[in-house]
């Protein structure tokens, strides 16, 4: 019970037992079981950022779990009138049992965490963390792989500002994965985060090249180069559209690999590579509902039955 706000918040073994919950909710997500485990309950959704699979999957989790959902934004609320955080945070704890919060201020989840007595989850903070993404992605690569251990996986793009690949990364590197960071140089991974694996015993490749590492990976892991953390349009004309993913590419890697993506994608990924049995990311995408239904439970304190029926 309590708060998710990096993956430091989670052990190996909760990790794994999550992963095992959400297994078990997959019939829940899909609505082919009725399990209202969160009857009485609240969410309150707070996006102070724009969203469509967290906020969504998300609600959904809530919703099939019987419980209610109070969907935020800053737009048409009185953060538009200048109320702060802090503030915000002391309304919402009156008003749900829980918090989701994504906001554009690295830091804002820890500060919300600490502000409320209500659990907070954090749904991505600036360029921060963005650990319930990193639990639908480990679901997602031992749903494929059948393990998230020892695995060599290769981390695409925007490694700079991607809040998805720095909590993945810390996560990937406990469970004993090799990771090849490939990335322009405007938007390597921060060498804080570099430093912190490799002394954790990660072994870590630092490269521009993209094609040379597909065929020995068991894991692609493409991001979008985000527009909206550069600082100016000149500085993202430079490097968007640097690195593509087509079907051509996939002729020689290897038979259960697979290619994922946090969404939403531009063009990094071709339309040709949706039809190969390597593509995942819709898959990851529905995966968020199942294992934030186990981590809305893991934070109310709520138990997810070893059998769902």
């Known amino acids: 019970m309590g708060d998710l706000v990096t993956m430091d918040d989670l052990s190996d073994d909760e990790i794994t037992q999550i992963l095992d919950e959400a297994e078990r909710l997959i019939p829940v997500a899909e609505g082919k079981v009725t399990l209202p485990l969160l009857q009485g309950k609240v969410l309150a959704n707070m996006f102070f950022e724009n969203s ?14 019987g419980g209610e959902v109070l969907n935020f934004s800053s737009i ?37 965490a600490d ?20 639990m639908l992605d480990l679901f997602t690569i031992r749903q494929s792989q059948n393990k998230i251990e020892n695995l060599r996986v290769v981390l695409v793009g925007d490694l700079r500002y991607g ?13 004993g994965a090799s990771l090849i960071l490939v990335s322009p140089p405007s938007l390597r991974m921060p060498s804080e985060i570099v430093s912190d694996l ?14 040379d590492q597909l065929d020995s990976a068991d894991v692609i892991y493409m991001t979008r180069i985000q527009k909206e953390r550069f600082p100016d349009d000149d500085e993202y ?3 968007a559209g640097i690195f593509k993913l087509s079907s051509n ?18 063009d990094e990924i071709d339309s040709s590579v949706d039809k190969t ?20 439970c893991r934070s109310l304190g709520i138990d997810v039955p070893k059998k769902v029926k």
Do not use: W
């Open 52 to 65: 469509t699979r967290t906020r969504m999957s998300f609600e959904t989790a809530m919703k099939r779990l």
């Open 76 to 112: 048409g609320t009185s953060v538009s009138k200048g109320e702060t955080l802090y503030d915000t945070m002391q309304m919402i704890d009156g008003y749900a049992d829980i918090a989701v919060i994504r906001h554009p201020r690295q830091g804002a989840a820890q500060y919300s």
């Open 115 to 134: 502000s409320v007595n209500i659990p907070i989850l954090n749904a991505g903070d600036g360029s921060g963390n963005h650990p319930t993404q990193t």
């Open 163 to 175: 809040r998805t690949v720095h909590s993945l990364s810390h996560a990937l590197t406990r469970f």
């Open 198 to 211: 490799r002394n954790s015993g990660c072994e870590i490749l630092e490269t521009e090249n993209f094609k």
């Open 237 to 239: 004309s430079k490097v």
């Open 249 to 266: 590419d996939l002729t020689d890697v290897k038979e259960n690999l697979i290619v994922m993506h946090p969404l939403p994608r531009v």
């Open 277 to 296: 049995r390597h593509s995942k990311y819709f898959q990851q995408a529905f995966n968020g509902v199942p294992t934030r239904m186990a981590l809305l």
